[in-house]
Nanobody
Framework: EVHLVESGGVLVQAGGSLRLSCTASGFTFSTSGMTWVRQAPGKGREWVSGINSEGDKINYADSVKGRFTVSRDSAKNTLSLQLNSLKLEDTAVYYC?????????????WGNGTLVTVSS
């Protein structure tokens, strides 16, 4: 069973930085593409970033490009998201999900997410 646990979300001031982590289990992480998705209060889910199994193909949403960086450590079964130059609109619950490269609409392993709150 795909199981993903996000962590690292806290209250942070605008312009600050944060690093989120996702620990995976129940599947072969090293051969699986992964995706970060977020959901702001009262809004729908928004795709943030995707990374293939090898980690050499990465895509970002225009809203975070240049500010966020996704990475993975297959030996540790972990996925990370570095958030820099945070803006108020980045406030959301962030989720990591298992998703094939090129098919981000196919998502598996939804967990509880981790809340990032950006203050002015």
């Amino acid at each position: 069973e795909v199981h993903l646990v996000e962590s690292g979300g806290v209250l942070v001031q605008a312009g600050g930085s944060l690093r989120l982590s996702c620990t995976a289990s129940g599947f072969t992480f090293s051969t699986s593409g992964m995706t970060w998705v977020r959901q702001a209060p009262g809004k729908g889910r928004e795709w943030v970033s995707g990374i293939n199994s090898e980690g050499d193909k990465i895509n970002y949403a225009d809203s975070v490009k240049g500010r966020f960086t996704v990475s993975r450590d297959s030996a540790k079964n972990t996925l990370s998201l570095q958030l820099n130059s945070l803006k108020l609109e980045d406030t959301a619950v962030y989720y990591c999900v298992k998703s094939p490269w090129g098919s981000y609409y196919v998502m598996d392993g939804w967990g509880n997410g981790t809340l990032v709150t950006v203050s002015s």
